[in-house]
């Protein structure tokens, strides 16, 4: 079982930054390896893939062409909890951002911003970007 809690959203002024946290709580028995992804969603469009990081090399795997030099995604596995640093905002990153997870077993499978094969989400938290 997946447990996933953003926090850290929040309203900033174009070109500010904030930094989203993800609590997770994973299994250990069994343990496995994950790929964790951030998407956001603004209204009336569709769940767009922000970043990916794989649990085993700790680093990001993709980003979205969109925040590709701005956003950096990381974990830290002391404390359970993965990361978005979101430098440079503006007001087209406003959306609903969710943290993700899956089961992988493979490197590979994380080089892919489909939401589709995740199967545990957080509850989403609220960023607004003012120009």
């Known amino acids: 079982q997946v447990q996933l809690q953003e926090s850290g959203g929040g309203s900033v002024q174009d070109g500010e930054s904030l930094r989203l946290s993800c609590a997770t709580a994973?299994?250990?028995?069994?343990?496995?390896?994950?790929?964790m992804g951030w998407f956001r969603q603004a209204p009336g469009k569709e769940r767009q893939g922000v970043a990916i990081?794989?649990?085993?090399?700790?680093?990001?795997?993709v980003y979205a062409d969109s925040v590709k030099g701005r956003f950096a995604v990381s974990q830290d596995n002391a404390k359970n909890t993965l990361y978005l640093q979101m430098n440079s905002l503006k007001p087209e990153d406003t959306a609903v951002y969710y943290c993700?997870?899956?089961?992988?077993?493979?490197?590979?499978?994380?080089?892919?911003?489909?939401?589709?094969?995740?199967?545990?989400w957080g509850q989403g938290t609220q960023v607004t970007v003012s120009s």
């Open positions: 993700a997870a899956r089961i992988s077993y493979s490197h590979s499978w994380c080089y892919d911003l489909n939401s589709s094969k995740y199967d545990y």
């Open positions: 994973m299994s250990t028995s069994p343990s496995y390896n994950y790929c």
């Open positions: 990081l794989y649990t085993v090399s700790g680093r990001a795997t």
